[in-house]
Nanobody, 125 residues
Framework: EVQLVESGGGLVQAGGSLRLSCAAS????????IGWFRQAPGKEREGLVC????????YYSDSVKGRFTISSDNAKNTVYLQMNDLKPEDTAVYYC??????????????????WGQGTQVTVSS
């Protein structure tokens, strides 16, 4: 059974950094896809970036490209989201997600079958 657990969120001032972790048990890290999403209050869940062992990294959000970096540590079954130069508009609950079946990255949320519980990121101005 796949379980995803996010951690690393918190309160940070604008311009600061955080590193989120997604511990993924039950995922085959020889062939996988894991994406990071976020949801701000009153807004839809937004796809940010995804890492795929077959196809590499795909960014879905221009607002985070150049500031957020996704990486993985296969030995630890963990995917990270390094977030630099954080802005108040980055405030949201951040989720990692994985699809069932063929591991591919997708912008939309519907294809992902497994989700973590989310971790809150709050950026103060």
């Amino acid at each position: 059974e796949v379980q995803l657990v996010e951690s690393g969120g918190g309160l940070v001032q604008a311009g600061g950094s955080l590193r989120l972790s997604c511990a993924a048990s039950g995922v085959n890290f020889d062939d996988y896809a894991i994406g990071w999403f976020r949801q701000a209050p009153g807004k839809e869940r937004e796809g940010l970036v995804c890492i795929n062992s077959r196809a590499g990294i795909t960014y879905y959000s221009d607002s985070v490209k150049g500031r957020f970096t996704i990486s993985s540590d296969n030995a630890k079954n963990t995917v990270y989201l390094q977030m630099n130069d954080l802005k108040p508009e980055d405030t949201a609950v951040y989720y990692c997600a994985a699809p069932l079946g063929v591991p591919q990255c997708y912008r939309g949320t519907r294809i992902y079958d497994y989700w973590g519980q989310g971790t809150q990121v709050t950026v103060s101005s």
